[in-house]
Every structure is written in structure tokens, then in C-alpha cells.
């Protein structure tokens, strides 16, 4: 507690950061929709021009707690020093701390580095009941204007080839979240938001931390996710079948979309000899053009009236081109999966043409697959796994188990809906998700994407969120780690 209160002392005295309770919520915030059940409790107030204002309220209520707490901002990043990974360790970086007396209570950190800022809550007893993640965006790598970004996205969105019998497409966050288009069925199903059994089994046993609950309809996510985004919990169907929502009806054949986050990589981190963390601008930057494909229902290898266990709600897969600093694009990374699964290519037997992991495999521009001039990004059936050729996929374990198999490509492609070649191919709007500036305001951008928790309620010991807060966002830095694996396209197309 002594280096706690040493901490709050050091950084209230500072310029840049500042404490207070006053009630200061924004008028158009004040409009948006609040749940009367569950009021707003950690709200993202401001998040621009180089700055964090985040609003507490509500958590002495639901935690029961004393009159204060604590809280600490720190910013963690990964330092990569040699490429091949075996000499890196995570910088911590303390940002602010202070001691919450009052609810509601203001707190206003600087941004001066581009990634997550970790907002941690611990009662008296330095128990942690709430870590929240914010995304945020230094004014320093933020220099390139709407309409580049717009021109930019638009110049490099890919034509997305579906697998044959796909049941489920990308599409617009309205109608994933039931704004458009409207199910009241659906609108009416329970759903909550919870921290208790995010870790399966043994591990829960020993998980610290005060628990809890918020209960809510779907019709409600856009009340309850801009308010209660700890980044220890999970979105559940509250459905004692979770596999009967009807989300999974929920096809986006009519409101297809393909979304664009554009990251400016200008400052880069580096241990010096005497292990001093300093940051210094890029010899050579890079630009990162991020497409992000949302669907309501993951079949895996099941169907929408037959989902398998594997199945879940809700799921998000992504693409990234890579520009030089003359603008011109170096190389394509393809996202399928979870980091710490072993993908693997099968050929027709069943036996494994190349297997990688990480989450992510690359390719060098010349060798990238193009549909009539466009990057072609080929999705799995069910699970919507991104990558280069049609072909049959598996999630792997060891060297003989192939836990999904999973056909990609084969069935309809999709194009941009302003490119002169889509013909009679259906066409998905491009849109902007806006991840760098995302606040819990609805009407600045998807206040949804404030949820820093995860999203996706996958089988197994591994949750997933949604962007801002996959490492193609959250560590966009090192996304591009020299480590990932490099797809051999060539042994693919010999034996596909």
C-alpha cells in the first residue's frame, strides 16, 4: 500500500494528469442509452488528441465495497530484441496512480505511446476486482487524414472467397447487434457478462479477484458493453443451451461488409546496453491496413440447425497489408485462429503440407494470390479463417491429430462494392471501424468495441475479443514479428 500511495504522489503532482470527482459526463454521452438495472460504471469518456478521460462510477455498489479504492494505469509492450524471439521480455511502464475517495471520479492520463493502457482497480486490501483495456493512439503516429485512409483502404480491399455451403457471411455491426433488420425474438434472449469461470477447471480454483455478474438482454448490448469492459471477463448466452440463440439464423448474405483500421508504425522501442527502454523514430515506417471480417455465428464444422460443441456466438477474423513508407505494399499477413494453436495445410490425403503458429502466417507481396487485381483473402467454412488458397485446413495437436478440418474456399466471392469488376459477384460495403479514437460515446463511432473483455466464448481454457483488443491491434507493433510463419504458397499450389 506504502508504494501505492508513493506512486499517486509522484504522478498527481505531474502536468499531464489529472484526478477529479466531479460528475463531467458530455452531453452526447448523456444522450446515449443507459440500463437503469445496470448503470454506467467505467466510461470512456475521451480518448484523442493525446489523452485518456475516463469516468468510474457505480463500483463501490457493484463490489460492495469500502468508500475508495485504487487505482493504476500503467502501458505494457512487448520488446522483440532479437528476431528470432529468444531475447524479449514485456516493458511495464507506470502511467498514473490514485486513490478514488468520491464516486463519480474523473481520471485523465496522457497517451504518448500507441497501444493498450491497462486500467487496474484494487480495493483496500490491494485485492483487483476490475482491469480494464484501453486502446489508444499517440498524435504522433496518427498523422495520415480520413480521406487517405478512406483511399488507402479502399486500394487494397481484397475480394473474399468463401468456402462452398458457407452459412454465415461477414457483415455490418448493426445487424450482427440486431439494429437493423430486427429480430425482437432475439432482442429478447438473456445474455451476461461475467468474470467467474474464465479459467476452466483447476486454474479457477485459484483465480483472485472479486467476482461478478451482469445480467442483460441482446437488445441491450449497446446499454451494457461501452460501460462494463473488464478485460477478465466473457460474454455468454444466458440460454441454458447456448446453441439455440438465434444468432446463428443471423446469415449477413444481405448486409455484407468488410471493415478498415489504418495504423501508422513511426516510433519503435529499444534496450540500450545500460538497460534503459527508450523510444526513437522508425528509420523506416510502416503503414498497417487492417480488414476486419465480423460474423454473428461460428459453426465451426457443424450447420446452424446442427451446431457442434466447438460452435459459438459472435466471431472475428482479419487481414493486414503492409506499406512501405512510399506507400507501396510489402507484405500480406492472413489471421486464422487462436495464437496458441498448430494450423496445419492438408493435402488430399489427409497428410500435412506445412503447419505454423502464432495465429498468422504471411506472405511477400509478389507471391500474394490475386483475384482480378485485388488481394485475395480465402475464408474458412464455419470458422471464417483467413488465408491465401482454396484448400483443406485443420487445427492441429502433435504431429497426427487434426482436432477441425476445415475446407476454405470454393464457394462465392466477394467484392468491394465500388470496384468496376464485381459483375453479378455479391458486394460488401468497406466501412471505417474507427478503432483510433473508441469511446463508450454512441455517437462517436461502435462504443461497443469500449468492451476490452472477451467477445468470443470459445471451447477451451482460450477466450477471444474483438478489435481493438487482438494483438493485430492491441500489439500492432509486433504483429509483424520476424518470427511468424511464411506460407509456402508454392508447395501449396503444387499439391492443392
Not at 125 to 143: C, H, L, M, R, S
Request: charged letters at 20%.
Amino acid at each position: 500500500m506504502k508504494k501505492f500511495i508513493l506512486l499517486a504522489a509522484v504522478f498527481l503532482v505531474s502536468a499531464c494528469t489529472s484526478f477529479d470527482n466531479q460528475n463531467r459526463y458530455p452531453s452526447n454521452i448523456a444522450q446515449c442509452p443507459i440500463s437503469e438495472k445496470n448503470p454506467p460504471a467505467f466510461t470512456v469518456l475521451e480518448n484523442k488528441n493525446g489523452k485518456i478521460k475516463i469516468q468510474l462510477n457505480n463500483f463501490t455498489k457493484l463490489f460492495d465495497l469500502s468508500d475508495s479504492y485504487n487505482v493504476k494505469v500503467t502501458f505494457e509492450d512487448l520488446i522483440i530484441q532479437d528476431a528470432d524471439g529468444s531475447n524479449s521480455f514485456t516493458n511495464v511502464t507506470d502511467v498514473a496512480a490514485v486513490t478514488v475517495s468520491k464516486e463519480p471520479f474523473i481520471v485523465e492520463v496522457p497517451v504518448t505511446r500507441s497501444g493498450i493502457y491497462n486500467f487496474t482497480l484494487s480495493d483496500d486490501g490491494d485485492k483487483v476486482f476490475w482491469k480494464q483495456k484501453v486502446f489508444a493512439i499517440d498524435p504522433e503516429e496518427n498523422t495520415i487524414s480520413k480521406e487517405e485512409r478512406e483511399m488507402l483502404a479502399q486500394k487494397y480491399a481484397p475480394v473474399m472467397e468463401m468456402s462452398a455451403g458457407e452459412e454465415t457471411y461477414p457483415a455490418t455491426l448493426e445487424y450482427i447487434f440486431n439494429k437493423t433488420e430486427t429480430d425482437p425474438q432475439l432482442n429478447a434472449e438473456p445474455f451476461l457478462i461475467t468474470n467467474k469461470n474464465t479459467q476452466s477447471g483447476f486454474l479457477n480454483m485459484f483465480s483472485r479477484g472479486h467476482k461478478f455478474t451482469v445480467n442483460f438482454n441482446y437488445g441491450e448490448f449497446d446499454k451494457v458493453l461501452p460501460y462494463y469492459g473488464n478485460a477478465d471477463s466473457v460474454i455468454k448466452s444466458g440460454l441454458s443451451n447456448d446453441k439455440e440463440t438465434r444468432l446463428r439464423f443471423r446469415s449477413g448474405k444481405n448486409h455484407l461488409a468488410v471493415y478498415y483500421s489504418v495504423f501508422e508504425h513511426k516510433k519503435t522501442t529499444f534496450v540500450t546496453r545500460d538497460k534503459t527502454v527508450k523510444v526513437v523514430p522508425m528509420p523506416s515506417p510502416y503503414i498497417y491496413i487492417n480488414y476486419h471480417f465480423f460474423y454473428a455465428f461460428d459453426t465451426k464444422n457443424g450447420t446452424i440447425n446442427k451446431p457442434v460443441a466447438a460452435a459459438h456466438i459472435l466471431d472475428r477474423e482479419s487481414l493486414t497489408v503492409v506499406l512501405n513508407k512510399s506507400r507501396q505494399p510489402v507484405f500480406v499477413i492472413y489471421g486464422a485462429h487462436l495464437a496458441n494453436q498448430l494450423m496445419a495445410q492438408l493435402d488430399s490425403s489427409g497428410s500435412r503440407i506445412q503447419e505454423w503458429k502464432g495465429g498468422r502466417a504471411y506472405l511477400n507481396m509478389p507471391k500474394v494470390p490475386t483475384e482480378n487485381g485485388r488481394i485475395l483473402a480465402v475464408a474458412a467454412k464455419g470458422s471464417h479463417g483467413i488465408y491465401p488458397v482454396k484448400g483443406m485446413y485443420a487445427v492441429a495437436l502433435g504431429e497426427n491429430i487434426s482436432l477441425l478440418k476445415e475446407p476454405a474456399g470454393g464457394g462465392e466471392k466477394l467484392y468491394p462494392a465500388f470496384d468496376a469488376n464485381a459483375g453479378q459477384n455479391p458486394k460488401y460495403k468497406l466501412l471505417p471501424l474507427g478503432l483510433e479514437n473508441v469511446t463508450s460515446n454512441c455517437n462517436e463511432g461502435y462504443s461497443l468495441l469500449a468492451y476490452s473483455g472477451a467477445v468470443v466464448d470459445v471451447l477451451g481454457p482460450t477466450n477471444a475479443a474483438f478489435p481493438p483488443f487482438t494483438d493485430r491491434e492491441g500489439d500492432y507493433k509486433n504483429y509483424t514479428d520476424p518470427n511468424m510463419y511464411m506460407f509456402d504458397i508454392d508447395k501449396a499450389m503444387k499439391t492443392k
